[in-house]
């Protein structure tokens, strides 16, 4: 079994309890594909290094997770296919990298959200 992590970007229209609906709907993906996921991270919004379909910011969510290779290319089809993820990465991380969840993703989306509010101001 390997150890793999997605970093994906999801678009910045949406609004917190949405943004938890696509999180949620990417782990329903990578479970049927196969995968076990191990740590969500909410990373919030950033700037784009360039454009992505337009868009200036994304809002980026780390998922780590073990797996069959297979599942990994089922998983980015997934992904692919997806409206709302403006674009995806996926490595192949080792065991100890694997980081340890803090924080649930309720709590992970309230306090990216304020810091958003906090940053508009």
């Known amino acids: 079994m390997s150890f793999y992590e997605t970093l994906y ?23 049927k594909a196969g995968g076990d996921p191990l740590t969500i991270e909410l990373w919030g919004k950033r700037k784009l290094a360039y454009f992505i379909d337009k868009q200036k ?4 969510v780390l998922v780590q997770y073990n797996g069959e290779g297979k ?11 997806n409206p709302n993820i ?13 980081i340890e969840q803090e924080e649930d993703l309720e709590t992970q989306i309230a306090g990216k959200t304020r810091e958003d509010e906090k940053d508009n101001l």
């Open 9 to 31: 970007i999801v678009h910045p229209a949406l609004e917190a309890g949405r943004l938890k609906d696509i999180i949620m709907g990417v782990e329903d993906s990578l479970k």
């Open 57 to 60: 910011y994304g809002t980026y």
């Open 71 to 81: 599942c990994t290319r089922d998983f980015a089809v997934e992904l692919e296919h």
């Open 86 to 98: 403006l674009a995806y990465l996926t490595t192949n991380i080792n065991h100890e990298d694997v």
